[in-house]
């Protein structure tokens, strides 16, 4: 069992993880290895002390050369869910469970809200992870809505699955050139499930499909906690960035504006201040 699992790799949980590595704490931290979408994607950063205009890619590299030079490895996934044992709490990532003692979530916040009915019908045709549930949907027809280009990968995976994939990107310059991928313009308003069949709602169209794979950077902390307090989709903190849930803590722009790095910094390293002293005090 792990000491902390740190979900996210953006500045919050960058943070969190140096602080910790340097404490000699035993953590495991999910996110993506390239880091945060909105550190790449950063034209110019002008208020982050020491790194005076400098590009998103450029720190970046500077976060990853830090990460390397202290022997910190990160699992590439996207956790599904975070659920209390009431002992200790599980996370779910890849199809795999991970136990910990504690939790810090420095996941960011939703560039994109859910639709009408998504959340509703999760689990019920609806899935946020491809890799967990794309085996069930093997030489059926799927629909893909994809926030980002770092989730082609994915939708491919999908489609080397599915008998077709109606694939919608909320992005520009989409590469999802295969023969049983259908591309659509268009922005979903709605999920509705009718006779096992799963139907997504254009403006002018609507599309059929035996499940909807919504693909997103972030997902809602209440839907990925259950009985997560929060408010206007960010999560409530006190000081130490505790949450209502014993063992689990939150930092950075999941726990509300300015959604600012340097802030982002400095929520994550009281998060993995307030893990060392929460372990102290259940020894």
Same mark, same amino acid.
């Given at each position: 069992m792990f000491d902390t699992i740190i979900i996210g790799t953006g500045p919050a949980g960058i943070s969190a993880a140096l602080t910790l590595k340097q404490l000699n704490?035993?953590?495991?931290?999910?996110? =993506?290895?390239?880091?945060?979408?909105?550190?790449? =994607?950063?034209?110019?950063?002008?208020?982050?002390?020491?790194? =005076?205009?400098?590009s998103g890619n450029e720190m970046k590299n500077?976060?990853?050369?830090?990460?390397?030079?202290?022997?910190?490895?990160?699992?590439?996934?996207?956790?599904?869910g975070v659920y209390d044992?009431?002992?200790?709490?599980?996370?779910?990532?890849?199809?795999?469970?991970?136990?910990?003692k504690t939790i810090i979530l420095a996941m960011g916040v939703e560039a994109i809200k859910p639709i009408s009915g998504e959340v509703e019908l999760l689990g019920q045709g609806?899935?946020?992870?491809?890799?967990?549930?794309?085996f069930l949907y093997k030489n059926k027809d799927i629909t893909v809505v994809s926030s980002s280009k770092g989730f082609e990968h994915e939708a491919k995976y999908l489609a080397s699955l599915a008998n077709k994939v109606n694939?919608?990107?909320?992005?520009?310059?989409?590469?999802?050139?295969?023969?049983?991928?259908?591309?659509i313009k268009g922005m979903p308003q709605k999920i509705e499930?009718?006779?096992?069949?799963?139907?997504?709602?254009?403006?002018?169209?609507?599309?059929? =499909?035996?499940?909807?794979?919504?693909?997103?950077?972030?997902?809602?902390?209440?839907?990925l906690v259950p009985g997560l307090e929060t408010k206007d989709g960010h999560i409530l903190v006190d000081r130490e960035m505790k949450t209502n849930i014993n063992g689990?803590?939150?930092?950075?722009?999941?726990?509300?504006?300015?959604?600012?790095y340097a802030k982002a910094v400095g929520e994550g390293n009281v998060a993995a201040h307030s893990v060392v002293n929460y372990l102290n005090n259940l020894k």
């Open positions: 704490k035993n953590f495991l931290w999910i996110g =993506s290895k390239n880091l945060s979408y909105k550190i790449n =994607s950063a034209e110019k950063i002008r208020n982050y002390p020491g790194l =005076s205009n400098i500077i976060f990853l050369k830090q990460i390397n030079d202290m022997g910190i490895e990160i699992l590439d996934g996207q956790v599904t044992l009431s002992t200790h709490l599980a996370v779910l990532c890849n199809n795999e469970q991970y136990e910990a609806v899935s946020y992870c491809a890799t967990c549930d794309g694939y919608i990107g909320l992005y520009k310059d989409i590469n999802m050139d295969l023969d049983n991928v259908n591309i499930k009718e006779d096992k069949k799963m139907k997504l709602t254009f403006k002018d169209q609507v599309i059929e =499909s035996d499940g909807i794979f919504m693909l997103k950077e972030a997902i809602s902390p209440s839907v689990v803590f939150a930092a950075g722009d999941s726990t509300g504006r300015p959604y600012q």
